[in-house]
């Protein structure tokens, strides 16, 4: 058949259209359907540590964890709240200061120290981007960009939190299977936890505000405070990384304020799939572990994972998730026109 | 003396690096993350046709320039102009090629040995009791030169002309026959040779590193935002004011909190008046 007298048409797979309403309940069939995606999510992610071949790539999976948060907030708060925020670094740094400055000065065990870091680092970012808050696209991504790389030249002029050097001497996990389970469980956690928020009222509110924030405005919606608590909800993911990232390392300093932790959550919502809170996770799954692969050849691994980053935003824009999800849903099929 | 001779100085080489990144997102409204990047190529193309070919100063200069201007016009061409208009898109898609430009110079074996460029002229001359080599006043000329022969070509060739029509009005401008995508890789191209300019004119005064790259970007987005994105004026007279501060805090406080000066002046910008200090877009756009 001649390309120019066909096109490619998408229909529906039965099987999701059955399972859509609320009979999906009475066939395990269907049931099977609608739920083996998340089943493969949560039992892939769980046996992880026991898959890897050894301490190097256990640790590696906790590393992938913590992008994995960070992915996370950045996809929420871009797509569901409309704030571009560049600054992942900056939740990091304040979630893994406030640990480590916990933990050294105060003598509180990790136990008390992570919990304490997520909330703490979160209200303090939250306040200290809430001028910001009005500000809207490529305003709001440049200021972001600046906070971290600000914050690392605070300490580095003041020479406060040990400096250049950072704080060290801080309590690891009591092992490294908590460790591992610890951050899964919490990843596990916000990817379901951020999926019923925003279909919730509140989330309608978010993305609402995304949309048209004037209209929002006129309802009698105060949208700085809503605006606030989702970057507090965003900024605590990333604290909770940070203080994780300062235990399994037992060192805090200015590298976390590096742009590392901005770009490379990025680079994974793109590759993911953006606004689908799934991708973002699949996206540090691939991203990370490739990059630990290619630590032989230096900073040639940046270079590598900005192509890749280049390509998808031309080539592949809705990224993997929505992808494997198209195709896991419907079928294509060539039909004469 | 000292500060009004050595704040002039780094004024205008903050303005240098500034008038590039001005450009580009005055005209095209793309956001050049990659500018740091454009900047260091064109230090190390030149130090390669200088060592590397022997090639003669001023040509290999010239030749630097173009390609860089090719460069930038290419990365507008096939990459940038897929994304316009998504901002987000444009930040992250020009970051990326940026970074991967500095990381990959960094990995092809451009660490370690220092590369210098050359200075124009040697020696020194005493402006106020405060010793001023050539090469910095040889710059400060070549800046104030560049800013009118600037002013001259958007004033009264229609090149010049057509870009500014762009910027002002793209949907107007398309009505009377400029090509917008045209423009847009012109400016691109105009935009790294900017940035050319500057890296020719700066580095001779320091060692070649990748660092400053990210430096430059940081320093040009400071001027440009100070300034008003998009205003060339602006651009011009925050330089002025960062470079000033910049020197003070240097003399006064210490050489540490240079660079803080420089974000923090972002910062309180963007949240106090985030159209800048000459700005022309609406508060409304850019405000809730």
Known sequence: MDIAQARKERIDRGIKVRSD???????????????????????????????????????????????????????????????????????????????????????????????????????????????????????????????????????????????????????????????????????????????????????????????????????????????????????SMGCLGGACITHIYMWSGISQFALDFSILPIAATVIGGAGTLVGPVLGCLILVPVSELLRDFGTLRIVFYAVILVAFILFKSEGIMEFVQRKYEQFERWTKI | MQIIVYGTINSVSLALMALGFAMVYGISRVPNFAHGALYIVCGFVCWIFLNSLGLNYFLAIILSLLVNALIGALMYRFVLIRVRGMNISEIIGSYAIGLAILEGLRWGGFKGMTYTLPVFMEGSITLGGVPVDYHRLLMMIIGVVLVGLLWAFTHYTKLGLALQGMAQDERAALMLGIDSDLMATLAMAFGAMLAGVAAILILPLGNIVVESGYHVLIMSIAVCIVGGLGSWMGAIVAAFLIGFTQILTVVYIGSHFQMVVAILAIILTLIVKPSGLFGRQHELEERV
């Open chain 1, 21 to 235: 309403g609320l009979y999906a309940l009475m066939s395990l069939k269907e049931l099977s359907y609608l739920t083996l995606p998340r089943f493969l999510l949560i039992a892939g992610m769980l046996s992880l540590p026991f898959l890897m071949p050894g301490m190097y790539w256990q640790r590696v999976i906790s590393i992938v964890c913590i992008y994995s948060l960070l992915a996370l907030s950045f996809d929420f708060l871009a797509h569901y709240v409309g704030l571009v925020c560049l600054g992942g670094a900056f939740f990091i740094g304040m979630g893994g200061y406030i640990a480590g400055i916990l933990n050294t000065y105060f003598g509180l065990p990790p136990v008390l120290t992570i919990p304490l870091a997520t909330i703490i680092g979160g209200a303090l970012s939250t306040f200290l981007l809430l001028p910001c808050l009005p500000l809207k696209g490529v305003y709001f991504a440049i200021v972001t960009l600046m906070y971290p790389l600000f914050m690392a030249r605070i300490i580095e002029a003041f020479d406060i939190f040990g400096g250049t050097d950072g704080i060290i001497g801080i309590d690891s996990f009591s092992n490294h299977w908590v460790e591992q389970y610890v951050v899964i469980g919490v990843v596990l956690g916000f990817v379901f936890g951020l999926r019923r928020l925003v279909n919730m009222d509140i989330g309608l509110i978010f993305t609402a505000i995304m949309d048209n924030d004037q209209a929002v405005k006129a309802s009698g919606i105060n949208i700085t405070l809503y605006r606030a608590l989702a970057v507090f909800i965003a900024s």
